[in-house]
Structure formats: C-alpha cells, structure tokens
C-alpha cells in the first residue's frame, strides 16, 4: 500500500531505511516524546524495521524531494484507546530537522482520509504527551477533538508515567471538516 501527498510518500518499511531510520530516531527529542528510547544502532533500527514497523498500516514518511523515510505514520486496530471494532489509534513521529513544516499534518490527512474512505473506519483516537505543544497541534489542526486527559499513562518502553491528551475524531466530523475546505 502506497499514499501520496503533495510532499510526501507514505510505503511500507524496508530494510534498507535502517540507516535513514536510525538517523533520526537515535536523537534524543524524537523517541522520548512518542514513548520510546532513543534508537542505538543501525542494526537496532533494522530489527525495529522487521518487528515493529512491517506491521500492517504502518508507513514511512518519504520526502519526495530525497526519496528518504524521515519519519512514520501507523494505524493500529489494537491498542488501548480502541474502545470497538471499527477504531484505530494513530501515532506518528518525524525527525527533528522536519518539526514544524507541516509535513505531519499533511501525511496526517492522507492517513485519515485512508482511515474513513478506504478502510471504512468509524473512529480514529490519538494520543500525545502533555508537554507535546508540537504533536497536539497537529492532532487541532486535522480535527481532532480532546476527550479526556490520562493522569497516569505507564510507558513500558521508557519505564516512566507521563501525563497524556487523548483525542478522537469521527468519520462524520471528518466528512463535515472535509465539506467545508
């Protein structure tokens, strides 16, 4: 499964991202703010190729201009958020020399758009860390909507509680924002 944006391709992980991969999640403003440590090796990003990012709906975030991953963008139909069938929860990351271009937003759009059009979902959830100014954002900016504030989220991966913003949206919202672009 390929999607495209103005700016962006959204394929699958390869093997052969892992450098790219590594590049930007070894950075310690990355891992940490999405819930995971900081990548140590290219060969530590290439097992997370193959074990965590293969997973299904989950893209790289390729630069058109490069044709380089510089991030990802994942839908899961299991996680904690999701409440019934027909959910997902989105998360996404992007390396430190793309915050602020609105490259997120852009992919984020695609992926939602994907979500509602194509895989006939009902609802996607997000969630962010409190201190994220950056990712919460994003999640405004694409019509998510806060539904309640996690005191006490437990990162197994960092081994850490951190307070979160849990968001949704819906297929009928995103129908009505879409109406009115």
């Known amino acids: 499964m390929k999607l495209e944006t103005k700016r962006l391709i959204l394929r699958p992980w390869k093997l052969e991202d892992a450098e790219y991969l590594y590049m930007y999640a070894k950075e310690p403003e990355v891992g940490p703010s999405a819930g995971w440590p900081p990548h140590q090796s290219v060969e530590e ?28 963008m994942g839908l899961s139909m299991k996680s904690d958020l999701v409440e019934k069938d027909g959910e997902a929860e989105v998360g996404y990351w992007i390396g ?17 758009r994907y979500a509602f059009e194509d895989l006939m979902l009902d609802k996607v959830w997000v969630s962010c860390f409190v201190e994220n100014h950056g990712s919460k954002r994003v999640q405004e900016k694409c019509g998510f909507t806060l ?22 949206i819906g297929k009928e919202e995103w129908v009505q924002r879409r109406k009115k672009k």
């Open 147 to 168: 539904q309640y504030k996690c005191r006490d989220k437990y990162l197994p991966l960092l081994d850490v509680t951190r307070e979160s913003y849990i968001s949704s």
């Open 45 to 72: 990003s290439r097992e997370i190729i193959e074990k965590i990012l293969s997973a299904e709906y989950t893209f790289a975030l390729v630069c058109k201009e490069t044709n380089h991953p510089i991030g990802s």
């Open 96 to 112: 430190v020399p793309f915050w602020g271009q609105g490259l997120v937003t852009e992919a984020l759009e695609e992926v939602l």
